[in-house]
């Protein structure tokens, strides 16, 4: 079955320090792949995207995020993150497999706790 | 353009009722789909639908039970709620069912079975 695994649970990070964000998926075909925020007390939204072209795709906010097709990883990065940058973070994963409808599968989340 | 609303925004509800939560778009999208988000757990699929008329089971269906009579609503129905269906539910929109499509969430409702 298709997994995505986010590996750092909850992460602290003062403003201005750099971050990165790991995610991996278990699927050997074409994904398509996506960052979600959930800022407190609010719905997901789309940080960014990729589905093919340039593996380094920039998002919203400053955010980018690397596909290593080799390592079956997408992880998000940001160079200096924000005191409102306190979020969770989804990575998500739709494959092209035959029946697929869709199906974006997610990891566990990734809680970011920025200290001002 | 209010994108998607839930209602209720949050529930106390005791085990063995009946619940539905509702889902609206005003996007005109075809596919619509409900998530469960539990800590630990991230978003899994319960349920969705590529198109009015037709609907789909998700990753973790059991338990629930979806409609779709036209393209803006997609109720979600707990026939008798237990415990364990104590999460926040979010329901989503999109285009269509193509993985090319991004995926649009409503607030979320949160929902809590004693």
């Known amino acids: 079955a298709q997994s995505v695994s986010q590996h750092n649970h909850h992460v602290i990070l003062s403003e201005a320090a750099s971050l990165e964000l790991g995610c991996n998926y278990s699927y050997g075909g074409t994904v398509n792949l996506f960052w979600y925020v959930q800022y407190p007390g609010q719905h997901l939204q789309l940080l960014l995207k990729?589905?093919?072209?340039?593996?380094l795709v920039k998002g919203i906010k400053g955010f980018e995020a690397e596909f290593i097709k080799s390592k079956f990883s997408f992880n998000l990065r940001k160079p200096s993150v924000q005191w409102s940058d306190t979020a969770e973070y989804f990575c998500?994963?739709?494959?092209?497999?035959?029946?697929?409808?869709?199906?974006?599968?997610f990891g566990q989340g990734t809680t970011l706790q920025v200290k001002p | 353009i209010a994108g998607i609303t839930q209602a209720p925004t949050s529930q106390i509800l005791a085990a063995g009722r009946r619940m539905t939560l509702r889902c609206t778009q005003d996007m005109r999208h075809n596919a619509m789909y409900w998530y469960r988000q539990d800590l630990g757990l991230g978003l899994r699929l319960i349920h969705y639908?590529?198109?009015?008329?037709?609907?789909g089971k998700g990753e973790v269906p059991d338990g629930y039970s979806v409609s779709r009579a036209n393209t803006d609503d997609f109720p979600l129905t707990l026939a008798s709620a237990v415990p364990s269906q104590t999460s926040v539910y979010f329901c989503?929109?999109?285009?269509?069912?193509?993985?090319?499509?991004?995926?649009?969430f409503g607030p979320g409702t949160r929902l809590t079975v004693l």
């Open positions: 989503a929109s999109s285009a269509s069912g193509s993985s090319y499509n991004e995926q649009f």
């Open positions: 998500a994963v739709i494959s092209h497999g035959s029946g697929n409808t869709g199906k974006l599968i």
């Open positions: 990729y589905f093919s072209g340039d593996p």
């Open positions: 639908s590529n198109t009015a008329g037709t609907t």
